[in-house]
């Protein structure tokens, strides 16, 4: 069994709470951070015993895991036990999940709203007020998902350097 210390537990405990919150089983977070703290692939073992969980619980976190892409798996010579590890760059961390949550969540919302608007089109009976909020919805998320696809395309170097420009950015575009 591994032994954390204060802060890496205090760290993990934060992460599987930010994780609920997030809409993210908790012991999928706690797993992502001990992973993401831990300098040495682990095994289901050792990640069963050091966060008190059960053996299934662990299994299928780390298959959620797997599925957002944060997970890789090691083999350890002498060991037939997978190991696990998730990324080092949190920034490259961050874009996966970007990425699978507008997977997830946006292209399913704009291919609705897209639907809803040629229904609506198509209705015997129009309701230009439903009309006109669906189009200012679905602008609002064509818009956000071209800006997301375009900042996605940058380097992660250049998102770095951009996200230090802040406020200089925002003093350039109120002008």
């Known amino acids: 069994m591994i032994s954390l210390s204060p802060v890496q ?25 001990l992973l993401y703290i831990w300098p040495d692939p682990l095994n289901a073992d050792d990640i069963r015993q050091t966060l008190s969980v059960a053996r299934s619980n662990v299994s299928n976190s780390l298959k959620e895991l797997n599925g957002w ?34 997977r997830r969540e946006m292209d399913p919302t704009v291919a609705m709203l897209a639907e809803c608007l040629e229904e609506q089109k198509n209705a015997r009976k129009t309701d230009l007020y439903t009309e006109k909020r669906l189009s200012e919805m679905k602008e609002f998320f064509d ?3 071209a800006c997301f696809e375009k900042l996605n395309s940058l380097p992660t170097a250049t998102l770095r350097k951009l996200s230090k420009m802040g406020d200089k950015l925002l003093r350039l575009l109120s002008i």
């Open 9 to 33: 537990q205090k760290f993990i405990l934060h992460w599987g709470e930010m994780g609920t919150r997030w809409g993210i089983n908790r012991t999928v977070a706690q797993i992502h951070a």
């Open 69 to 102: 892409g944060l997970l890789r798996t090691v083999q350890k010579i002498g060991d037939r036990k997978d190991h696990y590890q998730t990324m080092d760059d949190p920034w490259e961390m961050f874009r996966i999940v970007g990425n699978e949550r507008k």
């Open 143 to 145: 818009s956000s998902s």
